[in-house]
């Protein structure tokens, strides 16, 4: 096993590192806490700088404009970027936006492609992805699946009640999972322009965390007309090209999370130099390096199990184990790390004068999103028991 970064990886690592430091930690206080959002202009700048430096889709394969990383590079690259929480979106590559054109590029047909992916990749368009729905639909477990689509000579008629679709106010088209005939088996995945008449964007779901580009909206879906060639690969795949977007998905989800657990003990640590306590600096006590040593030791773990996934992915094999628990390790991390930080900065880590408690508020969805940690441990549990998987 070599653990050596290869020289273009780390390259790639250190430019990542170097935009976060010089843009975007210190746009972070432009982020407008009534909104839940950061301001217009600095996003337009901070994406054109992106660009200037070669860090845009970095995830993406070259012939897209990405940079051709594997799995393992992408991890390497998307932890440094992970460092500033507005950093992936100011690369275009955040959720949901970067595991749709992950979708896209693995299932679009040409026409797909050139109308949705091309203009994602380029920044002009944002995207959703929708299956989760309030009850009794589905959440955690997709057998409640409700939205329904029923085919109509070329088309199909899509009724449905969605939520929690990140990104989907000023989004261009979401991509919507669906039963096709009332049929389970028969799962699909639509893309639907946002113009469609009979779509409905409800409402921005309001959240403890930040609203980002387009918030975590509440949608509806009453007798949307759907042309049968917006099917995203073929009738019946939609579980299965949930598994193309979502395994990366999480991964990607970790490895940015890794980032931002790196980035809470660092300012953690710096408050820790400065400040006395009981005749020393708290970073003289053994008490306060204990928590850093068992932080630090966690986000090296997860950031390995991260990358074995990846790893696992890019070899073509089934990754749905390590996949759990590289997404159950991280978040739980992440949580633990940035309650961590902000115990060692006491009042001062409560307050908005440092980001941790953003950090705090946004990182409790971690947890819960893209399969609550119980649903992980779940997955883990039943490979371990039916023996597919070895301790
Ligand atoms: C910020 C944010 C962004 C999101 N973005 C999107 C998006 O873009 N698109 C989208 O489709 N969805 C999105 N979601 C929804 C997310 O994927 C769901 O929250 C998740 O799938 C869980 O569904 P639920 O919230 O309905 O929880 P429920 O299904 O109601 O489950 C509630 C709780 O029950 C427990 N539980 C569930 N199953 C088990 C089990 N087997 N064993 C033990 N305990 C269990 C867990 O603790 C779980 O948290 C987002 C959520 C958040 C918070």
């Known amino acids: 096993m070599d653990f050596q970064i290869p020289d273009d990886v780390r390259a790639v690592q250190e430019r990542a590192r170097d935009f976060v430091n010089t843009h975007c930690i210190p746009a972070e206080k432009r982020y407008d806490f009534s909104t839940g959002r950061m301001p217009e202009d600095v996003c337009r700048q901070l994406r054109a700088k992106a660009k200037e430096l070669g860090l845009w889709t970095p995830h993406l394969p070259t012939e897209l ?15 440094e970027l992970g460092r500033s929480p507005i ?8 959720a949901p936006d970067e595991g749709n054109m992950h979708l896209l590029h693995m299932a679009a047909n040409a026409a797909q492609a050139e109308r949705f992916l091309k203009p994602l990749v380029a920044g002009e368009i944002r995207s959703g992805f929708a ?36 990104g989907a106010n000023g989004a261009d088209f979401v991509i919507v999972m669906a039963r096709v005939n009332d049929s389970f088996r028969r ?22 965390g930040s609203h980002g580009p387009g918030g975590h909206c509440e949608l ?58 009981f005749g020393q600096k708290l970073s003289e006590h053994e008490g306060i390096q204990w928590m850093f040593a068992e932080c630090a030791t966690d986000i090296e773990m ?11 992915i890019d070899q073509g094999l089934d990754s749905r184990h390590a996949i759990s628990m590289a997404k159950l390790h991280v978040s739980e991390t992440l949580c633990r790390a940035i309650d961590t930080a902000i115990q060692i900065c ?20 971690a947890r819960l999103a893209d399969g609550p940690s119980e649903v992980h441990k779940m997955v883990i549990g039943r490979g371990l028991m039916s023996g597919k998987q070895e301790f």
């Open 302 to 312: 997860g950031l390995l199990l991260t990358l074995k996934a990846g790893w696992i």
């Open 65 to 79: 404009g990405g940079l051709g990383l594997d799995l393992i590079g992408t991890g390497l690259v998307f932890s």
């Open 87 to 94: 950093a992936p979106y100011m690369c275009n590559c955040d």
């Open 220 to 277: 509806l879906f009453k007798d949307v007309r759907v042309p049968a060639d917006m099917v995203l690969g073929k009738v019946g795949e939609g579980f299965r090209l949930s598994q193309v977007r979502l395994g990366p998905a999480r991964l990607t989800h970790c490895m940015r999370w890794v980032g931002l657990a790196r980035r809470s003990m660092e300012i953690a640590r710096e408050y820790a130099r400065d400040r006395d306590a």
């Open 131 to 166: 299956m989760t729905e309030p009850p009794p639909g589905t959440g955690a477990d997709p057998s409640l699946l409700r939205t329904n689509a029923v085919r109509d000579g070329d088309d199909f008629i899509l009724n449905g009640h969605k939520w929690f679709c990140t």
């Open 187 to 208: 799962t699909t995945m639509f893309l639907v322009p946002t113009d469609s008449p009979g779509y409905q964007m409800v409402r921005e779901v309001d959240v403890m």
């Open 346 to 365: 006491g009042a001062t880590g409560y307050s908005r004068d440092l980001p941790l408690e953003l950090f705090y508020r946004d990182a409790r969805a």
